[in-house]
T-cell receptor, first 114, second 114 residues
Framework: AQSVTQLDSHVSVSEGTPVLLRCNYSSSYSPSLFWYVQHPNKGLQLLLK??????LVKGINGFEAEFKKSETSFHLTKPSAHMSDAAEYFCVVSYTGTASKLTFGTGTRLQVTL | EAGVTQFPSHSVIEKGQTVTLRCDPISGHDNLYWYRRVMGKEIKFLLHFVKESKQDESGMPNNRFLAERTGGTYSTLKVQPAELEDSGVYFC????????????FGSGTRLTVV
């Protein structure tokens, strides 16, 4: 069965420092990978997606992620955190042949401090 | 374009009562999905509609849950009778093309069964 693992349930960074949110997925043919963000009392917003094109994917708000097949990873990064980045982040995978069903990681809550 | 709309945003009901959640997808999106996040767990797939037809309902937990999509427009998810373990946040998402162009999520309905 497909699965995705977010290695940290909570990450705390200072404003202006880099962000790294880690994600590993179970190996399978042609995964599509996504990062979603949920701010308090808001819906899930797509940050970026990988669908077998460039392995380095740029998303909104300065976020990017790199697809590394050899490591089955899709870590999310941002060079400089902003207070508005505080939210919960979800790594999500879907596979060809699963009728586009999404499998979510358990989420990483990002705290940004002054 | 208008986003995916879900209502109510919050619902508190007693065990044994019935609750109906509604989702209005983006106009023209044939694909509609329901997901659920129970406390402390990951977001899990419930079912997928293509227009008015159920494409995949493998995630529906039991027969107390009934989803419909009359006319291929809005969808309802009814829980009858509700149990304590049904508490959580129910998300709806829509897509024009099974996710290749992305999924748009609603803000969710927070259901509390007491």
């Amino acid at each position: 069965a497909q699965s995705v693992t977010q290695l940290d349930s909570h990450v705390s960074v200072s404003e202006g420092t880099p962000v790294l949110l880690r994600c590993n997925y179970s190996s399978s043919y042609s995964p599509s990978l996504f990062w979603y963000v949920q701010h308090p009392n808001k819906g899930l917003q797509l940050l970026l997606k990988y669908t077998s094109a460039a392995t380095l994917v740029k998303g909104i708000n300065g976020f990017e992620a790199e697809f590394k097949k050899s490591e089955t990873s899709f870590h999310l990064t941002k060079p400089s955190a902003h207070m508005s980045d505080a939210a919960e982040y979800f790594c999500v995978v879907s596979y060809t042949g699963t009728a586009s069903k999404l499998t979510f990681g358990t989420g990483t809550r990002l705290q940004v401090t002054l | 374009e208008a986003g995916v709309t879900q209502f109510p945003s919050h619902s508190v009901i007693e065990k044994g009562q019935t609750v109906t959640l509604r989702c209005d997808p983006i106009s023209g999106h044939d694909n509609l999905y329901w997901y659920r996040r129970v406390m402390g767990k990951e977001i899990k797939f419930l079912l997928h509609f293509v227009k008015e037809s159920k494409q995949d309902e493998s995630g529906m937990p039991n027969n107390r849950f009934l989803a419909e999509r009359t006319g291929g427009t809005y969808s309802t998810l009814k829980v009858q009778p509700a149990e304590l373990e049904d508490s959580g946040v129910y998300f709806c998402a829509s897509s024009p093309d099974r996710g290749r162009g992305g999924y748009t999520f609603g803000s969710g309905t927070r259901l509390t069964v007491v």
